[in-house]
T-cell receptor
């Protein structure tokens, strides 16, 4: 079945450590996104990518980095510069085609990141 | 900048009854898209329904319908014949119409509890 796979489901980070969250999709979507969700809040956009080898900062990019070397993959690195990384991270993708952006985003199951 | 407001932190509805979840938005764009997503306790985001700003008819998808009032800048979700499986968080979101990636701005969500 086509979909988005995020791994791991749970992740723990030590102080000063970088960690990488994986996101893979087999939907042949051009656009991919990373969101952060804090308890009781909606999703906030961290980074997004419209095509391979290109990505843009979202609303809360500080302390995060991404790469888009393959169409299927959009890993997110939470760096030690992110002082409050504990959150639920969701990856999404969409066809991203057309001037009128009416294509829904399809989401993975998320990764819960906690500080040790 | 776009903003979504969901003023109902929690709602209760009896099984088989209809319920309306409120969503108001603010944008200076003439063209935009409005989305509703469902988030069960497991965490994944499930796309429910879409409404374009130039669509003259309210969107419907099975038991879901979107009550779109452009002049009031509201896009309320109506769930008919509620089921126990409808218990979840519901998020309203909007995207600009320009560009190939549908960057979403989310509200803070409404937690719906369906009771017997």
């Amino acid at each position: 079945d086509g979909g988005i796979t995020q791994s791991p489901k749970y992740l723990f980070r030590k102080e000063g450590q970088n960690v990488t969250l994986s996101c893979e999709q087999n939907l042949n979507h051009d656009a991919m996104y990373w969101y952060r969700q804090d308890p009781g809040q909606g999703l906030r956009l961290i980074y997004y990518s419209q095509i391979v080898n290109d990505f843009q900062k979202g609303d809360i990019a500080e302390g995060y980095s991404v790469s888009r070397e393959k169409k299927e993959s959009f890993p997110l690195t939470v760096t030690s510069a992110q002082k409050n990384p504990t959150a639920f991270y969701l990856c999404a993708s969409s066809t991203g085609q057309g001037y009128y952006s009416n294509q829904p985003q399809h989401f993975g199951d998320g990764t819960r990141l906690s500080i040790l | 900048a776009q903003k979504i407001t969901q003023t109902q932190p929690g709602m209760f509805v009896q099984e088989k009854e209809a319920v309306t979840l409120d969503c108001t938005y603010d944008t200076s764009d003439q063209s935009y898209g409005l989305f509703w997503y469902k988030q069960p306790s497991s965490g994944e985001m499930i796309f429910l329904i879409y409404q374009g700003s130039y669509d003259e008819q309210n969107a419907t998808e099975g038991r879901y319908s979107l009550n779109f009032q452009k002049a009031r800048k509201s896009a309320n979700l109506v769930i008919s014949a509620s089921q126990l499986g409808d218990s979840a968080m519901y998020f309203c979101a909007m995207s600009p119409a320009t560009g190939t990636a549908s960057k979403l701005t989310f509200g803070t969500g409404t937690r719906l509890q369906v009771t017997l």
